[in-house]
């Protein structure tokens, strides 16, 4: 599932993580890659000056994460990592690579199922710097607004072409879904999509209550606890 999210911060969001960018260090990204990646990576991650700024960091993202319908119902999250405030400057991009399997997350280990990337600058600001996704049809080319987010499966292969001008300020994070096969997580999504369509049309439909059972007893068959 690849999927855009408007608006996913909020501009008290964005003004928060944007002063962490501002007083904060930001190191070499190639630090946090796994060994296969490593050469890959060239960019920058803010390095919190403290604990709490870190907290700051992944209160805003988990609390506009856990907030949003859109992420709960096509996502089914279930697990987080810590989110990274990643910077590209001029030069800087990040090769073809596929996200670690299992990596460190809050409170425990967590199964990468889903990648989420959150542009925090303005498209007008800078050039290059897309996240290029590899899909069965060809290359999904990303390049967001501020604040917007992109969710897409993390085993896909994937890039970030070369920053030519500006600065590109991102927070990248990754879900470990309750349904841990895709196309299972697809067919729930639809399902809630037509339950929300039924919804509207006929808040009366018989037909509502049907969908949602459907929904709940996938949710029960499939669900990893």
């Known amino acids: 599932m690849f999927l855009r999210i408007p608006n996913l911060l909020s501009e008290d969001d964005l003004s928060a993580l944007e002063a962490l960018s501002a007083g ?3 190191v070499d990204g190639a630090a946090t890659a796994g060994t296969p990646t490593r050469a890959a990576k060239n960019n920058l991650q803010l390095e919190p000056a ?6 700051s960091l992944i209160d805003t993202v988990t609390r506009a ?3 949003s319908t859109t992420v709960r119902a096509s996502a089914l999250p279930s697990r987080l990592t810590a989110p ?3 910077k590209y400057e001029p030069g800087m991009s990040y090769g073809w690579h596929v996200d670690n399997a ?3 997350g809050l409170g425990g280990q967590v199964r990468s199922d889903i990648a989420c990337t959150i542009f925090l600058s303005e498209p007008k600001d800078y050039d290059g710097g897309e996240l290029v996704v590899q899909t069965s049809t060809g290359e999904a080319h990303v390049r967001l607004e501020r604040g917007e987010a992109f969710l897409y499966p993390a085993t896909s292969r994937h890039r970030v072409t070369e920053v030519t001008r500006g600065e590109r300020l991102a927070v990248v994070f990754w879900i470990q879904s309750l349904i841990a096969e895709a196309s ?3 067919l ?3 399902l809630n999509l037509a339950y929300e369509s039924v919804l509207r049309e006929n808040a009366d439909s018989g037909g509502l209550q049907l969908i949602q059972r459907a929904h709940a007893n996938l949710v029960r068959m499939w669900s990893d606890l």
Do not use: P, Q
Not at 50 to 55: I, N, V
């Open 65 to 67: 994460v856990t907030a």
């Open 50 to 55: 403290d604990d709490a700024a870190r907290r």
């Open 24 to 26: 904060g260090r930001f």
């Open 84 to 86: 990274m405030l990643t």
């Open 102 to 104: 299992i990596m460190g």
């Open 188 to 190: 729930l999504n639809d």
């Open 184 to 186: 299972r997580r697809e």
